[in-house]
């Protein structure tokens, strides 16, 4: 890389495989993978929407009332038998409601819980539920968690990468 003036321009990069890389790991790989083609820096706008995308939380309504009632009736097919139809869970499956879910995923990213879902779910036929039934499932279980809906559904599980889950207000 070069200067120091252009690390301090450069705020993030984007790889086409894995999507965004913050600054701290872009300057780690910028230096063998530039040359490469694979990184590319972003427009020098990107700073403004990376300090909104990072402060956005799952009490922003990041989901709508349909994508939760669609994710709803998904849940009840698939997960509902493991997990009950309340989503108390049981000695086996864990709650997906309540203080047990919250401890579990506080502060962690939306795209967290949907990569455990897609990569272990069902139990006996894990990853094969299509993108768009999980990123509706997760929809259903923000609602379920008391999660205030929005005028939008998320579209694709890149959507859930710089949403945090944060407890209920």
Not at 32 to 42: D, F, L, N
Not at 97 to 118: C, D, H, P, T
């Amino acid at each position: 890389m070069g200067g120091a003036s252009e690390a301090r321009t450069t705020l993030a990069w984007r790889c086409p495989t894995i999507g965004v890389v913050s600054l701290s790991a872009a300057l780690t790989v910028a230096s063998s993978s530039a040359a490469s083609g694979h990184w590319r820096p972003i427009a020098s706008g990107f700073s403004q929407t990376a300090q909104s995308d990072a402060e956005k939380t799952v009490a922003a309504g990041i989901y709508s009332k349909e994508q939760a009632a669609a994710g709803k009736k998904l849940y009840s097919d698939i997960c509902s038998s493991c997990h009950l139809e309340n989503l108390s869970g049981d000695t086996m499956s864990p709650a997906l409601v309540g203080e047990a879910f919250m401890s579990q995923w506080e502060s962690k990213n939306l795209r967290a819980i949907y990569s455990r879902i897609i990569s272990t779910m069902p139990t006996d036929a894990p990853g094969t539920l299509p993108e768009k039934t999980v990123v509706d499932i997760v929809a259903y279980l923000l609602e379920a968690n008391g999660f205030p809906a929005g005028s939008a559904a998320l579209e694709t599980a890149n959507d859930m990468n710089t949403i945090r889950v944060t407890r209920p207000k």
